[in-house]
């Protein structure tokens, strides 16, 4: 079964200033996706940024980028420039390829990014 | 507006009392799920559906059921509440091959005393 990690319970980043958020997987499919949701304190599941793993090019998304590794099953998220806004809990989550049970998403425990202004 | 709509969005039931949390979706989706959210936990799967009259078990099934009579609707219902069943649930909608991840409902948080 597929599992997600995400190490860090609570991050903290200053104002306009960058941040990496680390996630781990662990899976024996060579394709599937990967995705960041946010969940700001209004409770809303919104979608940051996909991965396809047959990709090797990363990912990106206006400030927000990752760093697929998928020999290490890692995908980290960077979030530049660092604004108020982005202060929510920060979600990993696996979606196999294929249908039936692989095609719902696994997630990662979260980690809470605080912003300072 | 397309999208996941789930209702209620705040709920206070008794332990034993039994209720559907309603879930729709309007995008033709294939895939529908529920989570359920608790602190420290993340997102953990009650049950999903591949389409209409197919449903299975994720990994925290017990107390919940699911049907999926028509390819919109997708009802959680709790049978018997117990105060281990109070957290935040949330309907999910996603195409087959969907790269683009899931649509989520707005969630519902429910409460048992």
């Known amino acids: 079964a597929q599992t997600v990690t995400q190490s860090q319970p609570e991050m903290s980043v200053q104002e306009a200033e960058t941040v990496t958020l680390s996630c781990t997987y662990d899976?024996?499919?060579?394709?599937?996706?990967l995705f960041w949701y946010k969940q700001p304190p209004s409770r809303q599941m919104i979608l940051v940024i996909r991965?396809?793993?047959?990709?090797?090019q990363n990912a990106t998304e206006n400030r927000f980028s990752v760093n697929f590794q998928k020999a290490a099953k890692s995908f980290s998220l960077k979030i530049s420039d660092s604004q108020l806004g982005d202060a929510a809990m920060y979600f990993c989550?696996?979606?196999?390829?294929?249908?039936?049970?692989?095609?719902?998403?696994?997630f990662g425990k979260g980690t809470k990014l605080s912003v300072k202004p | 507006n397309a999208g996941v709509t789930q209702t209620p969005k705040f709920q206070v039931l008794k332990t034993g009392q039994s209720m559907t949390l309603q879930c729709a979706q309007d995008?033709?989706?294939?895939?529908m799920s529920w989570y359920r959210q608790d602190p420290g936990m993340g997102l953990r799967l009650i049950h999903y559906?591949?389409?209409?009259?197919?449903?299975d078990q994720g990994e925290v099934p017990n107390g919940y059921n699911v049907s999926r009579s028509t390819t919109e609707d997708f009802p959680l219902r709790l049978l018997s509440a117990a105060p281990s069943q109070t957290s935040v649930y949330f309907c999910?909608?996603?195409?087959?091959?969907?790269?683009?991840?899931?649509?989520f409902g707005s969630g519902t948080r429910l409460t048992v005393v």
């Open positions: 991965q396809e793993a047959y990709k090797q």
């Open positions: 559906s591949v389409g209409a009259g197919i449903t």
């Open positions: 999910a909608s996603s195409y087959k091959t969907e790269v683009y991840g899931y649509t």
């Open positions: 899976t024996s499919e060579s394709d599937y996706y």
């Open positions: 989550a696996f979606k196999g390829y294929y249908g039936g049970s692989q095609g719902n998403l696994i």
């Open positions: 995008m033709n989706h294939e895939y």
